[in-house]
């Protein structure tokens, strides 16, 4: 069966989507004529993306009107292209950038591609879910002190997850050292527009704001926006590398339909979020109810002294249960035909938008009451007595809590373009990697080129191995191998497109 024909089938199936896009292919809010029917090129009277003066200009007004920008551009290659963008204009080749650890793998490619020295500053831990946290103003300022020479600092907020770090107080604390602000709020491109959500980053203060408006919001996967404001930043050059990393042949579809989101918010936002608000309350408010199961909210995320949460991510953990996160995922899915958007190893992650139907949060809360409900009270699910709850569980997945960060030995580039050996990951403690390691999603990289392998890592991948989850980065799709910076005197083999055993 080709892709159509399984899309078709798909969408045919009862299987509900907490995951993104967040249009959650509800016809209700938008139907659409035959997509070839409005498939076309930079022909008179559509203006031209890389040169907009007319109805996309038009379009990229309104939007930066709805959020409160000076400037707004549509990117029909997601987030990912505007964070390219974002730090590829406001850096010179082998710059200082002060980047949070826990960022998208675009962040680190982009400072590949330019040549950066990174500067990383940790998030907090969320204890009780195992967490990333936010990043706090003071240990911002604390290394803006340490590397006076720092010309851009990138944060994430919300994560994945959902955690809200102080922009305004970050924003400040930046600009008081004369360093602009990047926010990858690709997560966030919903906040500001009711009072249960918080306020987003480019009313705060921010100079570049990233969103993937299609990830919360009702719009076609890859559209997102890149907001600019301030005069630490120069637009002129955001220009020239939107020329340089977006399609010179823009999709008219996208783009069209990034300008219908702008409508639909222009014109039924407040009815929209008021509705989806509601929803999400009674939902809270039901899984007061779990044992077993846990479910983050904002006063846990308050309570553990970080600034605010976005209440439309729905992170479940397992951890007083037999279960892992995928073993969840997997129940919600074959038992309940709820697809998740992300299983980590010890909770599983649901995104919620204006999409979302009633319906919809009914059936995921009556699924994980039942699956609760079916627990004895030592915490083992029926039918899986021999699955003893697991104690003492480490903080999770991406997070950076408890673990030693990576010692930088040299920098991506540098890792990258060295000559190589490939040999067991299980093998290469002490060794410099040559190759991201990544769970995807969320995309966050364990392991960046240029740093050391230490045996903690490696017992951390093995243990999220054994619970199913999956790995990107590593070029060897089986994960046993690994490229690692050749020791000196050793001899390269294989070549960049190819991974051969060493005999
Ligand atoms: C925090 C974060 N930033 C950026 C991106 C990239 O966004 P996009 O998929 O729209 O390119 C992602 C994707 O998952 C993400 O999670």
Redesign the pocket.
Same mark, same amino acid.
């Given at each position: 069966m080709n892709l159509y024909d399984s899309l078709l089938k798909y969408g045919s199936m009862d299987y509900y989507p907490m995951h993104m896009p967040g249009h959650k292919r509800n016809k209700a809010l938008f139907d659409m004529v035959n997509p070839y029917s409005i498939d076309i090129t930079e022909i008179d009277g559509f203006d031209n993306l890389h040169h907009a003066e007319g109805i996309l200009l038009e379009g990229m007004e309104r939007a930066a009107e709805l959020y409160g920008s000076e400037h707004t551009a549509y990117l029909v *290659? *997601? =987030? $990912?292209s505007g964070?390219l963008t974002g730090i590829s204009a406001c850096t010179q080749k082998g710059d200082k950038i002060l980047t949070a650890r826990n960022s998208?793998k =675009?962040v680190y490619h982009a400072i590949y591609l330019n040549e950066l020295e990174p500067v990383y500053i940790y998030p907090g831990l969320e204890p009780q879910f195992g967490i990333n946290g936010g990043i706090s103003p003071e240990a911002v300022e604390e290394m803006l002190i340490k590397y006076p020479d720092i010309k851009l600092l990138v944060i $994430?907020s919300p994560t994945?997850e959902g955690i809200i770090s102080d922009v305004k107080a970050i924003a400040e604390t930046a600009h008081r050292y004369g360093v602009p602000l990047m926010v990858?709020e #690709? %997560?966030g491109a919903h906040l500001g527009f009711h009072p249960g959500f918080p306020a987003g980053s480019v009313r705060l203060g921010a100079d570049v704001v990233i969103h =993937?408006i %299609?990830?919360t919001l009702p719009a076609f996967t890859?559209s #997102?926006l890149i907001h600019v404001n301030g005069t630490l930043v120069d637009y002129e050059e955001v220009k020239r590398y939107l020329d340089i990393y977006q399609s010179s042949s823009p999709s008219y579809i996208l783009m069209a339909g990034i300008a219908r989101c702008v409508t639909l918010l222009e014109q039924k936002r407040e009815e929209l979020f008021s509705a989806f608000d509601i929803q999400l309350r009674l939902f809270y408010d039901r899984m007061k109810q779990l044992k077993y199961l846990k479910v983050l909210t904002g006063e846990a995320v308050r309570a553990s002294g970080f600034f605010a949460f976005d209440p439309s991510k729905i992170t479940v953990s397992v951890r007083g249960t037999d279960l892992s996160g995928m073993d969840l995922c997997n129940r919600l899915l074959n038992r309940y035909r709820i697809q998740m958007e992300m299983a980590s190893k010890d909770y599983v992650l649901g995104m919620t938008s204006i999409g979302d139907t009633k319906e919809g949060f009914l059936r995921l809360g009556d699924a994980l009451l039942e699956i609760d409900g079916q627990y004895k009270s030592d915490g083992c699910l029926t039918g899986l007595s021999d699955n003893k709850p697991a104690e003492n569980k480490e903080p999770a997945d991406s997070s950076f809590g408890n673990i030693q960060p990576p010692e930088v030995v040299m920098s991506q580039k540098d890792a990258c373009k060295s000559p190589f050996d490939v040999i067991l990951l299980s093998e290469s403690a002490g060794r410099i990697t040559a190759e991201y390691v990544y769970l995807y999603?969320? *995309?966050i990289p364990l392991l960046v080129p240029g740093e050391r392998i230490t045996k903690g890592l490696l017992s951390r991948i093995s243990e999220y191995r054994e619970k199913g989850l999956s790995f990107q980065g590593l070029r060897d799709m089986e994960g046993k191998y690994i490229k690692v910076v050749a020791k000196e005197g050793s001899i390269r083999f294989g070549d960049c497109g190819r991974i051969r055993e060493r005999k």
């Open positions: *290659g *997601g =987030s $990912t964070i998208h =675009s $994430t994945y990858d #690709a %997560h =993937s %299609h990830k890859q #997102a999603p969320p *995309g």
